[in-house]
């Protein structure tokens, strides 16, 4: 029998730049992928009907791929380690390959994986894939983990990009391995609610070749302006790995040497990529801010968490046009523009003093993108509860920032088309005696 190996898709749907696939076809014979419905994160709280549609049709996708070079895709559902080795008995496989995943869950997961695959025998091989420079790769000199973003860039900055991996011409796979379709999302109890966006491995890279060639070169000067469609929408690409952060990362250089007037608008596109890697680099070494905050004094805010205001942010009705807007594009299409996460959970936590969490949640739920790392770093960092150094006075006036980026009420109107009748209402607190209860809120568990 020919060496054979199996490998195992996750976050990584796609066949270029997947180190963990390269290296299982370059090492064996034989390859048999496989994707294990795991019931666990299915059932997960954070699980909304969005990110399992995209997930679904990017196991379509990725179906189809495999059998254009003369591979199929083993489809079960089930706890992994019974699904894995239960599958790796029939194959007679000798090996698993799998790119590695930061989160918690999955880092205890994995571990039982391997204790499965000792127990049958077969060797276990992860890979790291999910950032650019994966945990380790970027520390202190003192060989801790940087939890402040500036050095930790400076210092991301100076390591070598690792190569992008070769996408693999054929796969030869053994026939007859058990398989079951992939389910809908019925079958998996979610009714899709809004459009789904372009999925799949080549809609992720045509999206990437036209925003190198089109959009990048002034990233930095009109990324905050929500009525622009001036950012790449690669994130839900990122989440499920249709496409590497590496190969991303590659474009952007490329772009960069081919115009380097547009230099610095290349830098702050990059840094976005630092800043995931940052994110889930401080989830791997600071698991607790899964639960809590980062700095743990702030486990002691007292939140009003006001129901009915809650329901009001959830359903854009606060009575400030840039928060309704920015939450009724998340609510209507499953994304929201960067510039507006950060307003409207800036809104939710320092104007309406509601737990961070509840927040974090919400979005979890409604997001295509939705990515534990990068969408706890971002409710942390905008309640004032993360990793910034002096964080807790940094308090966005929503009337403002809708006046600096959305000065003509452009993207207001696209979302609030009442917003000049006298439907629309009042707002629901007032931002300057909100900012000073915020303000004594974190005054008095800072001391």
Known sequence: MKPRALFWFRRDLRLNDNPGLARAVREYDEVIPC????????????????????????????????????????????????????????????????????????????????????????????????????????????????????PYSKAWRLQPVPSLCPRPRSIKSPVGIKTVPLPSLKELGHTLDVPLPAVGEKAAHDMLKSYMQSGVESYQSKRNFPDLDATSRLSPHLRFGTISPRTVHAAAMAAKEKNPRASKEIEVFLSELIWRDFYKTILFYFPHVTTGSFRPVYNDLEWENDEALFQAWCEGRTGYPMVDAAMRQLNQTGWMHNRLRMIVSSFLTKDLLVDWRKGERYFMKQLYDGDLAANNGGWQWAAGTGTDAQPYFRIFNPASQAEKYDPEGRFIEKYIPEINSLTYPAPIVDHGSQRIKTLAMFKKVRG
Do not use: M
Not at 108 to 116: A, L, T, Y
């Open 35 to 150: 994707f294990i419905f795991d019931p666990e994160l299915l059932k997960s709280p954070d699980t909304g009907a969005r990110r399992v549609a995209f997930l679904l049709a990017s196991l379509e996708s990725l179906s189809k791929n495999l059998e254009h070079v003369g591979s199929y895709l083993i489809v079960r559902q089930g706890k992994p380690e019974q699904e894995l080795a239960a599958l790796a008995r029939e194959s007679r496989a000798s090996a698993l390959f799998w790119n590695g995943d930061l989160e918690p869950y999955a880092l205890k997961r994995d571990e039982g994986i391997r204790q499965v695959c000792l127990g049958l025998g077969i060797k276990a091989v992860e890979v790291a894939d999910q950032c650019i420079q994966a945990p380790g790769q970027v520390l202190k000199g003192d060989g801790t983990p940087y939890a402040v973003f500036t």
